[in-house]
């Protein structure tokens, strides 16, 4: 599998030690990957991965924060999730194979989420944008 969910998020969304909720004060951010990560839902931290982390004009080490965080209750679908607004790398020259959510506000950086784009995606001095599906990031179902 090449797009999945952490397990340390799993544990940590469920011992209440995460906050997605824009009201929340953890910074979730978003860095991006090259084809060289190979997902695995054992790793635990930024550091885990980082070193697989892009590098280009435009881009800052660490990735972006989510901005406009949000966590909806949908009754009538019997769900939940998490949203934010899009991510754009503005101007930039990079090339990534996969975006990864993760919690800035922890002092060990957890992991949450690996997303797979299918194959490379580059930009060439203009806009890399991450554009979010418009049912949320994150869905329980």
């Known amino acids: 599998m090449a797009s999945g969910i952490y397990n340390i998020f799993k544990h940590n969304l469920m011992a209440g030690l995460v906050d997605l909720e824009g009201s929340g004060s953890h910074d979730i951010k978003v860095a991006l990957l090259t084809n060289s990560h190979s997902f ?4 635990k ?11 280009g004009t435009g881009y800052t ?19 939940a999730y998490f949203d934010a607004d899009d991510v754009t790398w503005s101007s930039s020259t990079i090339t990534a194979r996969y975006a990864v959510l993760y919690d800035n506000t922890l002092a060990t950086k ?14 060439s001095n203009g806009d890399f944008t991450l554009q979010w ?9």
Do not use: M, P, R
């Open 133 to 141: 599906d418009s049912n949320g990031i994150l869905k329980l179902t």
């Open 61 to 79: 080490a660490g990735g972006k924060s989510l901005s406009n965080k949000t966590v909806v209750q949908d009754d009538a679908n019997d769900l």
């Open 40 to 43: 695995n839902a054992n790793h």
């Open 110 to 123: 957890d992991l949450i989420a690996c997303f797979d784009f299918g194959s490379d995606k580059s930009s």
């Open 45 to 55: 931290y930024w550091t885990d991965i980082s070193g697989n982390e892009v590098s």
